[in-house]
Protein backbone atom coordinates (compact mmCIF):
# COMPACT_ATOMS: atom_id res chain seq x y z
CA UNK A 1 0.00 0.00 0.00
CA UNK A 2 2.69 2.38 0.90
CA UNK A 3 5.06 1.56 -1.99
CA UNK A 4 2.30 2.18 -4.41
CA UNK A 5 1.37 5.75 -2.20
CA UNK A 6 4.99 6.68 -2.88
CA UNK A 7 4.96 5.79 -6.51
CA UNK A 8 2.43 7.37 -6.89
CA UNK A 9 4.27 10.48 -5.97
CA UNK A 10 7.38 10.16 -7.68
CA UNK A 11 5.24 10.07 -10.67
CA UNK A 12 3.06 13.24 -9.73
CA UNK A 13 6.97 14.86 -9.13
CA UNK A 14 7.57 14.18 -12.68
CA UNK A 15 4.63 16.07 -13.84
CA UNK A 16 5.28 18.57 -11.33
CA UNK A 17 8.87 19.44 -12.66
CA UNK A 18 7.04 20.37 -16.24
CA UNK A 19 5.10 22.76 -14.49
CA UNK A 20 1.77 22.23 -15.37
CA UNK A 21 0.08 21.15 -11.87
CA UNK A 22 1.78 22.58 -9.35
CA UNK A 23 -0.47 22.31 -5.89
CA UNK A 24 -0.37 18.64 -6.52
CA UNK A 25 2.33 17.72 -3.67
CA UNK A 26 0.49 19.77 -1.06
CA UNK A 27 -2.81 17.99 -1.65
CA UNK A 28 -1.12 14.42 -1.68
CA UNK A 29 0.86 15.94 1.19
CA UNK A 30 -2.27 15.93 2.93
CA UNK A 31 -3.11 12.52 2.21
CA UNK A 32 0.05 10.77 2.91
CA UNK A 33 0.53 12.14 6.58
CA UNK A 34 -2.62 11.26 7.23
CA UNK A 35 -4.10 7.93 7.82
CA UNK A 36 -6.07 6.58 4.63
CA UNK A 37 -9.85 6.41 4.23
CA UNK A 38 -11.10 2.82 5.76
CA UNK A 39 -12.89 1.61 3.21
CA UNK A 40 -13.76 -1.35 5.05
CA UNK A 41 -15.86 0.70 7.62
CA UNK A 42 -17.33 3.08 4.86
CA UNK A 43 -18.54 -0.62 3.08
CA UNK A 44 -17.27 -0.11 0.11
CA UNK A 45 -14.32 0.35 -1.69
CA UNK A 46 -13.80 2.67 -4.99
CA UNK A 47 -11.59 0.28 -6.69
CA UNK A 48 -14.70 -2.09 -6.41
CA UNK A 49 -17.15 0.40 -7.13
CA UNK A 50 -15.06 0.66 -10.80
CA UNK A 51 -16.27 -2.20 -11.98
CA UNK A 52 -19.21 -3.29 -9.82
CA UNK A 53 -21.84 -3.65 -12.61
CA UNK A 54 -25.42 -4.58 -11.08
CA UNK A 55 -27.02 -6.79 -13.34
CA UNK A 56 -29.61 -7.15 -11.01
CA UNK A 57 -32.08 -10.22 -11.29
CA UNK A 58 -33.82 -11.09 -14.12
CA UNK A 59 -36.53 -13.87 -15.09
CA UNK A 60 -38.47 -14.09 -18.06
CA UNK A 61 -42.43 -13.12 -18.95
CA UNK A 62 -44.87 -15.69 -20.77
CA UNK A 63 -44.11 -13.59 -23.73
CA UNK A 64 -40.25 -13.86 -23.28
CA UNK A 65 -39.84 -10.84 -22.52
CA UNK A 66 -36.67 -10.24 -19.85
CA UNK A 67 -37.64 -8.43 -16.58
CA UNK A 68 -34.92 -6.90 -14.83
CA UNK A 69 -34.95 -6.15 -11.08
CA UNK A 70 -33.13 -4.27 -8.54
CA UNK A 71 -33.97 -3.02 -4.54
CA UNK A 72 -32.78 0.05 -3.69
CA UNK A 73 -32.21 1.18 0.30
CA UNK A 74 -31.97 5.06 0.79
CA UNK A 75 -30.33 4.67 4.12
CA UNK A 76 -28.60 7.55 5.66
CA UNK A 77 -25.17 6.83 6.54
CA UNK A 78 -21.74 8.45 8.32
CA UNK A 79 -19.04 8.37 5.16
CA UNK A 80 -15.33 8.95 5.51
CA UNK A 81 -15.35 10.75 1.93
CA UNK A 82 -11.55 11.55 2.80
CA UNK A 83 -8.87 10.69 5.98
CA UNK A 84 -10.30 11.59 9.28
CA UNK A 85 -13.31 13.73 7.70
CA UNK A 86 -16.73 11.89 8.30
CA UNK A 87 -19.92 13.13 6.02
CA UNK A 88 -22.93 12.25 7.29
CA UNK A 89 -23.97 10.89 3.72
CA UNK A 90 -27.48 9.97 2.74
CA UNK A 91 -27.13 7.29 0.26
CA UNK A 92 -28.45 4.55 -2.50
CA UNK A 93 -27.51 0.88 -0.65
CA UNK A 94 -24.74 2.28 1.53
CA UNK A 95 -22.23 3.77 -0.84
CA UNK A 96 -21.69 6.59 -3.03
CA UNK A 97 -22.05 6.46 -5.76
CA UNK A 98 -25.16 4.03 -5.44
CA UNK A 99 -24.67 0.67 -7.42
CA UNK A 100 -24.09 1.09 -10.93
CA UNK A 101 -27.39 -0.64 -12.65
CA UNK A 102 -26.75 -2.15 -16.26
CA UNK A 103 -29.08 -3.30 -18.38
CA UNK A 104 -29.53 -4.85 -22.00
CA UNK A 105 -31.59 -2.07 -24.01
CA UNK A 106 -35.15 -3.49 -24.78
CA UNK A 107 -35.84 -5.31 -21.36
CA UNK A 108 -38.78 -4.04 -18.71
CA UNK A 109 -36.98 -2.81 -15.59
CA UNK A 110 -38.46 -2.62 -11.96
CA UNK A 111 -36.55 -0.90 -9.44
CA UNK A 112 -38.27 -1.37 -5.89
CA UNK A 113 -37.27 1.29 -4.08
CA UNK A 114 -37.50 1.18 0.01
CA UNK A 115 -36.68 4.61 2.55
CA UNK A 116 -35.32 4.01 4.91
CA UNK A 117 -33.75 7.34 5.45
CA UNK A 118 -35.43 9.92 7.84
CA UNK A 119 -35.41 12.10 5.08
CA UNK A 120 -38.23 11.97 1.99
CA UNK A 121 -36.37 10.79 -1.14
CA UNK A 122 -36.90 9.51 -4.98
CA UNK A 123 -35.29 8.56 -7.57
CA UNK A 124 -35.05 10.02 -10.84
CA UNK A 125 -34.08 8.15 -13.73
CA UNK A 126 -32.43 9.99 -16.65
CA UNK A 127 -33.25 8.21 -20.06
CA UNK A 128 -36.99 7.02 -21.80
CA UNK A 129 -39.89 6.26 -19.40
CA UNK A 130 -43.78 7.40 -18.78
CA UNK A 131 -43.98 10.68 -16.32
CA UNK A 132 -45.47 8.57 -13.67
CA UNK A 133 -42.19 7.16 -13.52
CA UNK A 134 -40.24 9.88 -13.39
CA UNK A 135 -39.40 10.29 -9.73
CA UNK A 136 -40.24 13.79 -8.65
CA UNK A 137 -42.35 15.14 -6.27
CA UNK A 138 -46.52 15.01 -6.91
CA UNK A 139 -46.41 12.88 -10.30
CA UNK A 140 -46.73 9.19 -9.87
CA UNK A 141 -45.84 7.75 -6.12
CA UNK A 142 -44.37 11.79 -6.13
CA UNK A 143 -41.59 11.16 -2.99
CA UNK A 144 -41.34 8.36 -1.14
CA UNK A 145 -41.67 9.73 2.57
CA UNK A 146 -39.48 7.67 5.65
CA UNK A 147 -40.40 4.24 5.45
CA UNK A 148 -42.14 4.21 2.41
CA UNK A 149 -41.60 2.06 -1.08
CA UNK A 150 -42.58 2.14 -4.48
CA UNK A 151 -41.59 0.40 -7.68
CA UNK A 152 -40.34 2.09 -10.65
CA UNK A 153 -40.93 0.16 -14.03
CA UNK A 154 -39.83 1.22 -17.61
CA UNK A 155 -38.21 0.01 -20.51
CA UNK A 156 -34.32 -0.18 -21.01
CA UNK A 157 -34.15 2.73 -23.49
CA UNK A 158 -32.08 4.54 -25.35
CA UNK A 159 -28.98 2.48 -25.38
CA UNK A 160 -26.56 4.67 -23.61
CA UNK A 161 -24.97 5.98 -20.25
CA UNK A 162 -27.47 7.38 -18.15
CA UNK A 163 -27.75 8.13 -14.71
CA UNK A 164 -30.24 8.36 -11.71
CA UNK A 165 -30.29 10.35 -8.94
CA UNK A 166 -33.22 11.43 -5.68
CA UNK A 167 -35.29 14.56 -6.85
CA UNK A 168 -36.42 15.99 -4.02
CA UNK A 169 -36.12 19.59 -2.80
CA UNK A 170 -33.70 21.56 -1.52
CA UNK A 171 -32.39 19.32 -5.15
CA UNK A 172 -28.66 20.38 -4.52
CA UNK A 173 -28.63 19.08 -0.82
CA UNK A 174 -30.22 15.82 -1.74
CA UNK A 175 -27.66 15.32 -4.59
CA UNK A 176 -24.85 16.72 -2.77
CA UNK A 177 -25.10 14.44 -0.01
CA UNK A 178 -25.05 11.39 -1.92
CA UNK A 179 -27.67 9.96 -3.89
CA UNK A 180 -26.90 9.35 -7.09
CA UNK A 181 -25.42 6.60 -9.27
CA UNK A 182 -24.57 5.73 -12.99
CA UNK A 183 -27.53 3.55 -15.40
CA UNK A 184 -25.91 1.57 -18.26
CA UNK A 185 -28.06 0.34 -20.70
CA UNK A 186 -25.98 -1.62 -23.46
CA UNK A 187 -26.87 -1.81 -26.91
CA UNK A 188 -28.82 -4.95 -27.98
CA UNK A 189 -25.77 -6.05 -29.55
CA UNK A 190 -23.36 -4.70 -27.04
CA UNK A 191 -20.19 -3.18 -27.29
CA UNK A 192 -16.78 -3.81 -28.22
CA UNK A 193 -14.70 -5.99 -25.62
CA UNK A 194 -13.00 -3.77 -23.19
CA UNK A 195 -11.81 -3.42 -19.61
CA UNK A 196 -14.91 -0.86 -18.28
CA UNK A 197 -14.94 1.01 -15.59
CA UNK A 198 -16.96 3.24 -13.90
CA UNK A 199 -16.17 7.21 -12.96
CA UNK A 200 -18.89 9.08 -11.50
CA UNK A 201 -17.30 12.56 -10.88
CA UNK A 202 -18.71 13.84 -7.52
CA UNK A 203 -17.86 16.07 -4.58
CA UNK A 204 -18.56 16.89 -0.55
CA UNK A 205 -19.36 19.89 0.87
CA UNK A 206 -17.94 19.12 4.05
CA UNK A 207 -18.54 22.17 6.07
CA UNK A 208 -21.85 23.18 4.39
CA UNK A 209 -20.92 25.95 2.98
CA UNK A 210 -22.42 25.22 -0.25
CA UNK A 211 -18.84 24.58 -2.26
CA UNK A 212 -16.72 21.72 -2.09
CA UNK A 213 -13.68 20.85 0.30
CA UNK A 214 -13.31 17.36 -1.81
CA UNK A 215 -13.26 16.02 -5.22
CA UNK A 216 -13.26 13.00 -6.89
CA UNK A 217 -14.45 10.26 -9.08
CA UNK A 218 -16.31 7.74 -7.07
CA UNK A 219 -15.96 9.49 -3.82
CA UNK A 220 -12.45 9.00 -2.56
CA UNK A 221 -10.05 11.70 -3.74
CA UNK A 222 -6.60 10.66 -4.87
CA UNK A 223 -7.75 6.75 -4.33
CA UNK A 224 -6.63 5.92 -8.17
CA UNK A 225 -3.29 7.96 -7.29
CA UNK A 226 -2.72 5.65 -4.05
CA UNK A 227 -3.39 2.42 -6.26
CA UNK A 228 -3.55 3.39 -9.92
CA UNK A 229 -6.00 1.69 -12.33
CA UNK A 230 -4.21 -1.44 -14.37
CA UNK A 231 -4.97 -1.31 -17.87
CA UNK A 232 -2.80 -3.73 -20.85
CA UNK A 233 -0.73 -2.29 -23.76
CA UNK A 234 -2.96 -1.67 -26.31
CA UNK A 235 -6.04 -3.24 -24.69
CA UNK A 236 -9.68 -0.86 -25.18
CA UNK A 237 -10.18 0.74 -22.44
CA UNK A 238 -13.80 1.73 -21.56
CA UNK A 239 -14.81 4.30 -18.78
CA UNK A 240 -18.46 5.16 -18.64
CA UNK A 241 -17.97 8.60 -17.12
CA UNK A 242 -20.31 10.88 -15.30
CA UNK A 243 -21.10 14.06 -13.74
CA UNK A 244 -22.91 14.72 -10.80
CA UNK A 245 -21.15 17.22 -8.68
CA UNK A 246 -23.01 19.81 -7.20
CA UNK A 247 -22.22 23.41 -6.36
CA UNK A 248 -20.15 23.90 -9.41
CA UNK A 249 -20.50 24.70 -12.74
CA UNK A 250 -19.00 22.56 -14.79
CA UNK A 251 -16.56 19.60 -14.41
CA UNK A 252 -14.50 17.90 -16.74
CA UNK A 253 -11.90 14.76 -17.72
CA UNK A 254 -8.65 14.76 -19.00
CA UNK A 255 -6.14 12.44 -19.81
CA UNK A 256 -2.46 12.81 -20.22
CA UNK A 257 -0.07 11.14 -22.73
CA UNK A 258 -2.62 10.22 -25.10
CA UNK A 259 -6.06 11.13 -26.77
CA UNK A 260 -9.25 9.16 -26.21
CA UNK A 261 -12.57 8.76 -28.25
CA UNK A 262 -15.12 10.43 -26.56
CA UNK A 263 -19.18 9.30 -26.82
CA UNK A 264 -21.68 11.89 -25.52
CA UNK A 265 -24.12 10.24 -23.62
CA UNK A 266 -23.26 6.70 -25.04
CA UNK A 267 -26.59 7.19 -27.49
CA UNK A 268 -24.29 6.63 -30.88
CA UNK A 269 -21.06 4.28 -32.02
CA UNK A 270 -19.64 6.83 -33.44
CA UNK A 271 -17.29 9.28 -31.65
CA UNK A 272 -18.24 13.16 -31.30
CA UNK A 273 -14.16 13.62 -30.53
CA UNK A 274 -10.91 12.77 -30.84
CA UNK A 275 -9.85 14.52 -27.60
CA UNK A 276 -7.98 14.79 -24.25
CA UNK A 277 -10.28 17.17 -22.74
CA UNK A 278 -14.20 16.89 -21.82
CA UNK A 279 -16.21 19.34 -20.17
CA UNK A 280 -19.20 18.02 -18.66
CA UNK A 281 -22.09 20.25 -16.62
CA UNK A 282 -24.25 18.15 -14.05
CA UNK A 283 -26.06 15.53 -15.09
CA UNK A 284 -23.83 15.29 -18.53
CA UNK A 285 -22.25 11.71 -18.99
CA UNK A 286 -19.75 9.78 -21.60
CA UNK A 287 -18.41 7.12 -22.92
CA UNK A 288 -14.14 7.60 -22.94
CA UNK A 289 -12.64 4.88 -25.25
CA UNK A 290 -8.82 4.70 -25.57
CA UNK A 291 -6.25 2.47 -26.00
CA UNK A 292 -2.33 2.67 -24.52
CA UNK A 293 0.23 2.11 -26.91
CA UNK A 294 3.13 2.21 -24.37
CA UNK A 295 3.59 0.77 -21.10
CA UNK A 296 3.84 3.44 -18.16
CA UNK A 297 1.47 5.31 -15.55
CA UNK A 298 -0.64 8.07 -17.41
CA UNK A 299 -2.23 10.91 -14.92
CA UNK A 300 -6.19 11.66 -15.47
CA UNK A 301 -7.47 14.62 -13.45
CA UNK A 302 -10.20 17.49 -13.76
CA UNK A 303 -8.65 20.11 -15.61
CA UNK A 304 -9.64 22.75 -13.11
CA UNK A 305 -6.69 22.78 -10.92
CA UNK A 306 -8.78 23.27 -7.70
CA UNK A 307 -10.48 19.81 -8.38
CA UNK A 308 -7.53 18.43 -9.35
CA UNK A 309 -5.82 19.50 -6.13
CA UNK A 310 -8.38 18.46 -3.72
CA UNK A 311 -9.11 15.18 -4.51
CA UNK A 312 -10.12 14.84 -8.02
CA UNK A 313 -6.56 12.98 -10.07
CA UNK A 314 -5.45 9.41 -10.31
CA UNK A 315 -3.43 6.88 -12.49
CA UNK A 316 -3.56 4.45 -15.06
CA UNK A 317 -0.85 1.88 -14.79
CA UNK A 318 -0.12 0.71 -18.23
CA UNK A 319 1.35 -2.56 -18.49
CU1 LIG B 1 -33.53 12.87 -1.59
Redesign the pocket.
Not at 119 to 122: E, I, L, R
Given at each position: MHASAAGGHSGAMQHNAQGTHAGHDSGHANFRNSVAVDHAANGFDPHEVLRDFDWGTTRRLANGRVVREWELN?IDKEIEVMPGVKFAA?TYNGRIPGPTLRAREGELLRIRFNNGSA????IHFHGVHPATMDGVPGIGAGQIEPGGSTVYEFDALPAGLHLYH?H?RPLAE?IAKG?YGAFIVDPKDGREEANEMVMVMNGFDTNFDRANEVYAANTIGFAYMEQPIVAKRDELVRVYLVNVLEYDLINSFHLHGNLFHYFPTGTSKQPSELTDTVMLCQGQRGIVEVRFPTAGRFMFHAHQSEFTELGWQGFFEVT
Open positions: AWHPHTCVHL
